[in-house]
Each structure stands twice: as structure tokens, then as C-alpha cells.
Nanobody, 125 residues
């Protein structure tokens, strides 16, 4: 059974940092893409950053380039989203998602077949 479990959300002041983790289990193949999405109240879901599990290719939304970094630890089957220089507009529910394939940009634009339960990130002074 495929499962994604997020952790690491919380409240942080503007300019601060947080790291989200997504532990993946149950994948029968190494050829999948996994990434982070967010949705704020009243706004559409946004693909934040995605990564190919097999070779580490990445994709980022323009809104987070230079501030967020996605990475993976294949030994732990975990994907991380390091978020630096956080802004109030980064406040949202963050979800981990995945699907089989090799194109991180496609995952970020179209969404995944498997989703985690979400983690709350609040950026406020």
C-alpha cells in the first residue's frame, strides 16, 4: 500500500526557516516523481517543488526559486523541502504527492496520484 506521511510544519516568523519531510513507503518501482504542493484558504493549489526519485531532477515554482530546496534521501525513502526566507504568503497547507513517472515538472503542474495528509505552515510575526 502506497503511503506518504508529512512532518515538520509549524509557525515561524518572516525570514525564518522550516524543513518539511515526506516519508514514502510501498512503492514497487524506483521510477516515480514526488513533490510538494500547497494550498492557502481561498487559493488554488500550487505545485511548489518536485523531484525525480531515480536521478534527482527537480522543478520549482517561480514563487519559491532561490528560497526553497527539495532533496531526497533514498536510503530513508524520504523527501525534504527546506524552506528559507519564509514570507507570510508562504502560509498554507503543504501536501506531499507522488506518481509513477520521470518528469518532475509534470507532477508539479498536474498533481499526483498519491497524497499525504498535509502539514500546516504559518509564517507570521
Amino acid at each position: 500500500q502506497l503511503q506518504l506521511v508529512e512532518s515538520g510544519g509549524g509557525l515561524v516568523q518572516p525570514g525564518g526557516s522550516l524543513r518539511l519531510s515526506c516519508a514514502a513507503s510501498g512503492f514497487s518501482s524506483d521510477y516515480y516523481v514526488i513533490g510538494w504542493f500547497r494550498q492557502a484558504p481561498g487559493k488554488e493549489r500550487e505545485g511548489v517543488s518536485c523531484i525525480t526519485n531515480s536521478d534527482g531532477r527537480t522543478a520549482y515554482a517561480d514563487s519559491v526559486k532561490g528560497r526553497f530546496t527539495i532533496s531526497r534521501d533514498n536510503a530513508k525513502n524520504t523527501v525534504y523541502l527546506q524552506m528559507n526566507s519564509l514570507k507570510p504568503e508562504d502560509t498554507a497547507s503543504y501536501y506531499c504527492a507522488a506518481r509513477f513517472g520521470l518528469l518532475p515538472r509534470s507532477l508539479c503542474s498536474e498533481g499526483g496520484d498519491y497524497w499525504g495528509q498535509g502539514a500546516q505552515v504559518a509564517v507570521s510575526s
